[in-house]
Structure formats: C-alpha cells, structure tokens
C-alpha cells in the first residue's frame, strides 16, 4: 500500500469551545438578551459569556467534575443556560439538557443512566428537583441558577441542599485556558421523548457539534447571519435548541432568551424590545403569537424570518406569516438523533423562477438536505424508492453529525449504514422531502395508506380550527379509517359536516375522515408534539359511524379515486 501524500494544513480540532473563543474574541460586544425567572432582563455580552462560562468550568473542575462526566441541565433559555453549555464542554466533560416537561419517572431515569454528577437548574423546577433527588442519589450536587439572596428568597422550603451557581462562580477568577481536546471527545448528550419505551441518549461529539453549527448557519440551512438579532423559543432542553446556541456563536449574532414566558404577548413584546429579526420554534408556539398578534391587531416592526419544525408546519400558517404578516416561513425538519437538522425548505434559483404557487407548494415541504446530510426512502424490501414525490416509504439518514448507536446502548440501530428515522416521507424530483407521518401513526385503509399530516393540514385551515390531530379509528371493512380530532377556535363554531364538506376536492375522497371529534384540547408530548399514541388510548372505543353502518359505508370502492401508486413499505 502506498502512503497518501497527506495534506499540509494545520490540524485543529472542531471543538466547542473555539465557537465560544471565537464569538468573545470576534464579536466580543454582541448583546446576549435575557428575560430571567429573577422577573427583569439580563443584559451581557459574547465576551462575558466566555469568561463566566470559564468560571463556571472552574467551578466544576474545583468540585471534582472529570473529563467525559456528565453535568445535568434543567433551565429554561437564558444566559446561565448558555454558559452550562460552554462551561462543562469547554473541558471535557458533557453538558446533559434535561426535559423538565418529561414525567418525573422519565426524568430521574434520564439522569440516573446519564450517571449525571451534577444537576444545574432554574429556581422554577425546585419541586421538581426535590422529588426527583431521592431517586437519583449518584447526583453528588443540585446546583441553583441564582445567587445566595435569590435561593433565600425562592428555595427557602426546598428539602434537597442546593449550592448557588453565583456563588460557585464567584470564587473563580475565569483566567482559564481551554484545553485542546479530541474532537470525538463527547459535547453534549441528548435523549429522545420516550414516547416508546424508555428514553435514549443520543450523544454528540465536539465535531459532530461544530459541523453542525457550520451547516445550520448556511445560507440555504436556517441562514443565521451576524446581522440578526435571534430568540429561539424552542428550547435549550430540546435537542440543543436546533444549534442556536452554537450557530449564533459562530455568526455573532445577538441573542435573545425569553425564559419561562411563551405565551403569545411575552414573545411579542420581547421581540418588538429587542428588534428581533429571526426566531425559531415548534408550531404549537406560533399559534399563540399568531393569536394574540391578531388579537391585540399588531404587527412584526423587524421579524423577518422563523424557522418552524419539530412537528409539520401547517401550510395555513405558512401563508398567515409570510401573506399577513410578511414574516418568511423556513419549513424545518430533523430529529434529536440528526443533532437536530436534516432539511430545510429553500429554493434553489431554478426553483425561484417557478410561478408563486409552484414555489409555495415546495417551501410547504419539509425540504432539502443540508450539505452534510444524506436521505433515501426505502420499502419494506429495504430497496430504494422512486424520488416521483408519490412513494412513500421508510426514511433513513447518515451524516456526520446523525448517531451511530444510542448512548450505553450495545447494539447498532443502523441498517446498512444508514439510521432508520421511524419518519415516513415521500421525496420528490426537486429533492424535497415531506413528512406523511411517523410510521406509528400512520392510517391504512383498504391496505393504502393515508398521510395522517395531510389531513391535518386541511382542517387547520379552516378558519374555526385552532388544532387538529388525525388518528386511526378501526372498522369492519377498512381495518382502518381516519378520525379527525378537532379543538375549536375560541367563540367560534364549526360543524362536523360543514368540516367534512370543507375536505371536497383537498384530498383524494377515500381520504377524507369518516367522522369529526370536538375536544377542548389535544394531548401534546413534552416537546409540543400532538401526543398520538395517547389519543389512541382516548378514542380506542370510538365507533365510527361508517362503521356501524358498513353496508352503507360511504366509501365503496367505486366512489374511491384511484388510489396512490403506493409500494407500501410496511
Ligand atoms: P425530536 O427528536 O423530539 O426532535 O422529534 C423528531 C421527530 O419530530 C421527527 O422524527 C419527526 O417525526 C418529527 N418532526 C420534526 N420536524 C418535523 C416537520 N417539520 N414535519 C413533520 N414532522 C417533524
């Protein structure tokens, strides 16, 4: 064999904390923005933050914290939060956000097989933290993100002894050299929601970390800019706020923490203070700012773009920020097991020169990969399906920033090389993905299957919908048939006829759902997901109407469309 002839450029390993150097070095006076549980805003800058970042390392190296252990968040987005990411990771050992609206159950397990030597967390979750710490007794510490007048004032009733994080830091002068690490060395660990089974970890590298702040801050990915001032609403819990926390850091942009506060009128009033431009959370979250911006008759003086994923972006919001309020929609998708990005929905020029509705029918997708990333869908033969935005089938992935196996997890979830996503999407001839369902929730009538998302697209935008979730219903001739779960607008009435009949010429006849249930509202999962499993549960008697009467079942097979040429992976 022969010797490569090796490149001869300098090997500087991709670690987190050259983000953190680079943002306090370059963009050193760049405002980070914090609405604090204390009840006033924060104010600091890059610079402060890689100095209290040092000092927190100091501070948990002083505690005996080692290289490769796990340091435990549950925080809401704020300053302090950013610097229990840079801090910890900044020497080695590995910064664990928690999902506080986990059960307590799910959360003490989480932090048990993270083997968690310390927990940093916001006064908010004390009783959380009282509950959980007799469960989790290899904690060595509970550390309370506030100074020593703060946890007089809030923590006084707490039985488990918390230390205060100012004063910690405060005993630490932050004249601290980052080490060189491994860029394989562990960054940050996050689990899944568990809604199967129990949660599972997925554990990113320094590299994997840096390469994916570099590819979501492309200009065709989320497009983070030096120029914007950012809040990212989802959260620094949830698989590390899609790289916010690492892009802003790279682009110098200002960032903005709202904190606890998500309901629509704190999030407005922080972004029209702060002359946010970009913004970024989960749908569930944009209905409330899109309710109370309508509501109170505002509008956006500098938001100009939000990223929307985590769940499929309705196309009727879509068109409500960018035709209303003339804020861009960037349609995301990716899994905490992707670090979290897979697909963004720009265009390329060619795809720009298309008449608008062309355009907006692929920006509703959930996109295309990022440089970085690699997709395929697959069918139940495991062979690989047409790219005609018509097959369906079982989404896999790889990458350099997508896991290669779950955290104390000895077997591979790998096929082939490539990780199963549990996602079932179609790809179409421009590259687009889209998202039909997870493939748990997926509906199969007559042996076809029924986009579940789909369905819930149409009915959110009829004007009297505020939610919608579409589940399986079983039934004698179909084995399954779709039942649409509604949650009205307030003070606004729709009924299920009218609902149905709002279905003609939407989708193909044998999708429309066979019956409409009105509830006051729809289980979510801890990350704002439509809880469809639990949903299941709650309408596992349910009788469908169609069912009862299957002689008269309004679907025959002659009234049918044609039904989608589906290879039908499962
Ligand atoms: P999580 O790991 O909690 O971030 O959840 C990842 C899952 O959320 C994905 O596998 C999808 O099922 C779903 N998801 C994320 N983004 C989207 C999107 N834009 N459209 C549809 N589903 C999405």
């Excluded at 100012?166 to 929601?193: F, K």
């Excluded at 590299?207 to 979501?216: E, Q």
Aim: charged share 20%; with cysteine; proline share 7%.
């Amino acid at each position: 064999m022969t010797t490569p002839l090796l490149g001869q450029m300098m090997d500087v390993p991709l670690t987190v904390s050259s983000l953190i150097a680079h943002a306090a070095r370059h963009f050193g006076d760049t405002e980070i923005v914090s609405r604090r549980i204390e009840g006033d805003v924060h104010r600091y800058t890059w610079r402060d933050c890689e100095r209290r970042a040092k000092q927190l390392a100091q501070a948990l190296i002083a505690l005996g914290v080692q290289p490769g252990e796990r340091v435990g968040t549950l925080a809401w987005n704020g300053y302090r939060h950013l610097e229990a990411y840079y801090g910890p990771t900044g020497f080695g050992a590995v910064c664990h956000t928690i999902n506080p609206r986990l059960f307590p159950e799910q959360i003490a397990f989480i932090i048990n097989h993270a083997d968690d030597s310390y927990v940093l967390f916001d006064m908010t979750f004390a009783p959380l933290v009282d509950g959980l710490a007799p469960h989790c007794p290899k904690v060595r510490g509970w550390i309370a993100l506030g100074d020593e007048a703060c946890i007089a004032e809030h923590l006084s009733s707490m039985k488990t002894p918390v230390l205060s994080y100012e004063t910690l830091l405060a005993a630490q002068d932050g004249e601290y050299t980052w080490p060189q690490l491994d860029e394989r060395a562990a960054s940050y660990l996050c689990y899944t929601s568990g809604t199967t089974g129990n949660p599972k970890g997925a554990l990113y590298s320094h590299r994997s970390t840096v390469l994916h702040a570099y590819g979501a801050s492309l200009p065709d990915a989320m497009g983070l800019s030096g120029r914007d001032a950012v809040l990212p609403v989802v959260p620094m819990f949830h698989v590390n706020a899609w790289g916010i926390p690492h892009a802003t850091a790279l682009t110098g942009a200002k960032l903005v923490f709202p904190g606890k506060d998500l309901d629509g009128k704190s999030l407005f009033e922080l972004m029209e203070a702060e002359r946010v431009t970009y913004s970024a959370g989960v749908p569930t979250v944009w209905l409330g700012l899109l309710n109370y911006v309508k509501e109170a008759g505002q509008r956006f003086s500098t938001l100009q773009r939000t990223v929307i994923g985590g769940s499929a972006c309705p196309p009727a919001m879509l068109r409500t920020f960018e035709d209303v309020y003339n804020v861009e929609v960037i349609h995301a998708w990716g899994m905490t097991e992707m670090s979290p990005l897979g697909t963004l929905a720009k265009l390329t020029w060619e795809q720009s020169q298309r008449p608008p509705e062309a355009q907006r029918k692929l920006r509703e997708k959930q996109g295309h990969v990022i440089y970085g990333v690699d997709m395929k869908i697959v069918g139940e033969d495991g062979r690989d399906l047409p790219w005609d935005g018509v097959a369906f089938g079982d989404l896999h992935v790889r990458g350099p920033w997508v896991i290669d196996r779950y955290f104390r997890k000895d077997d591979s979830p790998l096929i082939n090389g490539w990780f199963p996503t549990g996602d079932v999407a179609t790809i179409d001839r421009d590259g687009f993905l889209q998202i039909t369902d997870r493939s748990k929730d997926v509906i199969k009538s007559g042996g076809e299957w029924i986009s579940s998302i789909d369905i819930e697209n149409v009915a959110i935008a009829h004007p009297a919908v505020a939610e919608a979730a579409c589940i399986a219903c079983s039934h004698p001739k179909w084995t399954e048939r779709p039942l649409l779960v509604v949650v009205r607008r307030p003070d606004m009435n729709v009924a299920r006829d009218e609902l149905i009949a709002f279905y003609d010429g939407k989708v193909a006849k044998w999708w429309i759902p066979d019956d409409v249930a009105f509830v006051d509202e729809l289980p979510h999962t801890a990350t704002g997901k439509l809880q469809k499993l639990k949903l299941r549960e709650l309408f596992r008697d349910y009788v469908l109407p169609s069912a009862l009467a299957v002689d008269n079942c309004p679907l025959t097979d002659e009234e049918t469309d044609k039904p989608r040429a589906n290879p039908a992976p499962r």
